[in-house]
Every structure is written in structure tokens, then in C-alpha cells.
């Protein structure tokens, strides 16, 4: 293959087919080509044409997307152009979720009847409740907000209604008010207490506190650097581009299902281990190392393959994760309010050794945002099962905001990826009272 401009000025990609000597003249646009523009290259007209084979795609782009931008190599994360850094900073989480789902910071009114409608759909229908109440004691509280997410979509059967932009608005209002209820309550049924309802006196994050560690006081007011800290890292979740859980919203909204269904797909790919539980897996790497006199004896062991290095590399950013930075810091914030962790001198000294090493250097091995994050949810006293339910919740706009763009973009269709079949065929059938004579 040769990349050559052609004469008309436009970037192209030469082909040549050296099954056929054929060469094909396939156009470039932002830096990508058209799968379907290999399907014009074939053997003969009776052949399948040219498809790519991309497990996980790894070099293969789904979507045009405005939501969020990364530089893996130059360890960027923006939001609709905005850099992270100033957002975690400067902003807050709900003003964050305004601008992924419509694009632009709000004005002060549109903030404001923004945080209104949304603290004012935070009560769920007491079915749900019911609903929640009935999973076994020992259920574990993202299969809970899973089916939870999911159910709300027989409470809301307009969401089905996709072409009505007032519609998708209040479907989407409602599942980011909604699902610090739910994760809440998932939380409090795993310790056998009584649900607290939401407290519509109180921000977003502060009310989410309020309904998991209430007891008996009249009103739980939480520690301002603690709901700091968490609105923090609900920012840093808020999305991450086409990750696995993004890509199931979209493949599954892409059949025109209703967004709480679409979300619940979302939230069941997050459960899973290679997607949300690596700070969890971060926790058990420091508990198993033990102290800071072991350290050594471990990094030996990753780098003759017997230990895994757990909370460092990402598949995207191949410089510092900018997340990992920020939450850092919000950890020490948490840490002056909570005390310090002791797992968390094991885990700067395991930072400090991998950002000089050259074994880890070479091989961009970075602290990514697993790294801090799992430490900070065990210093607000969550089990290790809650840590997908708090990702989930940041990820909530994230995840409606893919949505939204995909339900408009007229580009999209329902996804259905091709196959490269390795099976048998053109077997006879034998009956089985011969087959088993």
C-alpha cells in the first residue's frame, strides 16, 4: 500500500490487490478510510469483497463523535474541548453532565433550571423500591443497579419515544437524578439498612452521601471536602470515549430501544472485571504486597512475569494518565478528613519506582486512574462491590450523551458487525435413530 495525494489535491490511499494486479483509489477522511470502501475490492464479481478483521476493534472507528477527545500519547482527556484539568478544577459534576449532553457551559439560568429539574427527579416510583427490595440479602449491588436501570423502563414506556427531542430530554434528566437513588439503595439493601430517601435541600454528591451512610440523625451532612472529592471523581468518569461500556449504550441503542435499556447494557459491561473493577484489583495488589519492605521482591516478580503490575498502562493513554494526577490529589484531601490509608504509602512508593525505573519507563507503564480511585472509595468506608456502582454513576451523562448523538446522527445503524465463519459446511443431516443405532 502507498499513501499518495492525488492530483486532485484530495489525501487518498492507493490499493493494489496483487491477487488481481488491481489497484483501487480509496479516499481518506480524518485520518480514516471507509470500511466499505474495501468492499469494492475482490477477486470477481461472484467473491465477497475485502472486510477487515479487528477483534475489540482496536484500529477500527465506529462513530464520528463531538463528546470527548484523548491523546493517548500526549496524555490529553477533554470534554467537548475542554480540558479535564480545568473541568475537575473549576467545575462542578452537574455542570460537567450539562455541557456533555448539550454541548456548551450553561448560562446561569440554564444551570439553574438544569440542577432543578434534575434534584427534582430524584424520588423513584415505590415499585421500585418494592423491586429493589426483593434481590436476595447477598446480591451484589451492580447487578441490583443493573436491573434497576433496566426496570425503569417499563415506569417510563414514552422512552420509547426516541424522535421526540422533549422526550429524550426528560428521560435523560431523569436517569441522571436517579441513579445515585438507585446505586444508593443497592448500597444500603447489601447492608441490611433501610433505604434513605434523597434530600432535595442538598447538591447532587451530597445527597447521594446522604442516602448511603444516614442513620438515625435528622439530617446527614457530610464533610465539604469529602463531597468535594467524590463530585471529583464523578467528573473524571463522566466519560472516556468509545470504551466498552459506551459501545454497548451505542450497539444496543442503535436497535432504537429506549435509553434506560440502552444504559442498562452500559452499566452490565462496566460490571465486568476488565472494564470497572480494576481499582478493586489495585486494592488486593497492595494488601498482598503487604509493606513497603516487600515492594522490591515484587517488582522483580512483574518483571520476570510471575506478578501482575496492577493500576499502571492504559490501552489508550501511553503517557500519564491526566485523571491519575487529579485524583491524587483528591485523595490527600480525602486522606486529611478519613486519615491516611497505610496501603497508601505502599502505593507512592510503587509510583515513585515506576515513573524512574527504566524496565517501566520503556514500556509507558504510568499510574492510571484505578490507581488512587480504589483507595479513596475505601477511605469513605465502600466495600469493594460499591466501586462499580460509584463509576457507574459518573458515567451516567457520558453514556447518555453517546446516546444522544447516536439517535441523531444519520450515519448510524443498527450495529452488526461482519464474521469471518471457520465452521463446517455443507454437512448431511443423519437422523438420529441412525446416528444413534
Known amino acids: 500500500m502507498s499513501n499518495e495525494a492525488s492530483t486532485s489535491g484530495k489525501e487518498t490511499l492507493t490499493v493494489r490487490d496483487n491477487r488481481t494486479g488491481q489497484d483501487y483509489e480509496i479516499p481518506i477522511t480524518d485520518g480514516t478510510i471507509a470500511a466499505k470502501d474495501l468492499g469494492q475490492i475482490k477477486i470477481g464479481d461472484d467473491q465477497p469483497g475485502l472486510a477487515t478483521y479487528d477483534p475489540g476493534f482496536v484500529n477500527t472507528a465506529s462513530c464520528r463523535s463531538a463528546v470527548t477527545y484523548i491523546d493517548g500519547d500526549k496524555g490529553v482527556l477533554e470534554y467537548r474541548g475542554y480540558p479535564i484539568e480545568q473541568l475537575a478544577e473549576k467545575s462542578s459534576f452537574l455542570e460537567v453532565a450539562y455541557l456533555l449532553i448539550h454541548g456548551s457551559l450553561p448560562t446561569k439560568d440554564e444551570m439553574d433550571a438544569w440542577v432543578h429539574e434534575i434534584t427534582y427527579h430524584t424520588f423513584v416510583h415505590e415499585n421500585v423500591k418494592s423491586f429493589m427490595e426483593g434481590f436476595r440479602y447477598d446480591a451484589h449491588p451492580m447487578g441490583m443497579l443493573m436491573a434497576s436501570v433496566g426496570a425503569l423502563s417499563t415506569f417510563y414506556p414514552d422512552a420509547r419515544n426516541i424522535t421526540d427531542a422533549d422526550n429524550r430530554h426528560m428521560q435523560i434528566v431523569r436517569m441522571i437524578a436517579k441513579m445515585p437513588t438507585l446505586g444508593a439503595w443497592s448500597f444500603r439493601h447489601a447492608q441490611g439498612k433501610p433505604f434513605v430517601y434523597p434530600d432535595n435541600d442538598l447538591g447532587y454528591t451530597a445527597n447521594f452521601l446522604s442516602m448511603l451512610f444516614k442513620m438515625s440523625e435528622k439530617k446527614f451532612e457530610a464533610d465539604e471536602r469529602l463531597v468535594k472529592a467524590l463530585d471529583t471523581l464523578f467528573i473524571l468518569h463522566a466519560d472516556h470515549e468509545q470504551n466498552c461500556s459506551t459501545n454497548a449504550v451505542r450497539s444496543v441503542g442503535s ?136 463509576f457507574a454513576i459518573g ?43
Open 255 to 390: 436497535s432504537e430501544v429506549d435509553p434506560y435499556s440502552a444504559v442498562a447494557a452500559g452499566v452490565a459491561a462496566l460490571y465486568g472485571p476488565l472494564h470497572g473493577g480494576a481499582n478493586e484489583a489495585v486494592l488486593r495488589m497492595l494488601r498482598r504486597i503487604g509493606s513497603k519492605s516487600e515492594i522490591p521482591a515484587f517488582m522483580e516478580g512483574v518483571k520476570n512475569g510471575n506478578e501482575r503490575l496492577m493500576g499502571f498502562g492504559h490501552r489508550v493513554y501511553k503517557n500519564y494518565d491526566p485523571r491519575a494526577k487529579i485524583i491524587k490529589k483528591s485523595a490527600e484531601d480525602v486522606f486529611e478528613v478519613t486519615g491516611t490509608n497505610p496501603l497508601l504509602d505502599i502505593a507512592l512508593e510503587l509510583e515513585k519506582i515506576a515513573l524512574e525505573d527504566e524496565y517501566f519507563v520503556k514500556r509507558k507503564l504510568y499510574p492510571n486512574v484505578d490507581f488512587y480511585s480504589g483507595l479513596i472509595y475505601e477511605a469513605f468506608q465502600f466495600p469493594p462491590e460499591m466501586f462499580t456502582v460509584l
Open 395 to 437: 458515567r451516567t451523562p457520558g453514556w447518555l450523551a453517546q446516546w444522544l448523538e447516536l439517535v441523531q446522527d444519520k450515519d448510524q445503524k443498527i450495529a452488526r458487525p461482519k464474521q469471518i465463519y471457520t465452521g463446517d459446511r455443507q454437512l448431511t443431516f443423519t437422523p438420529a435413530s441412525e446416528r444413534w443405532a
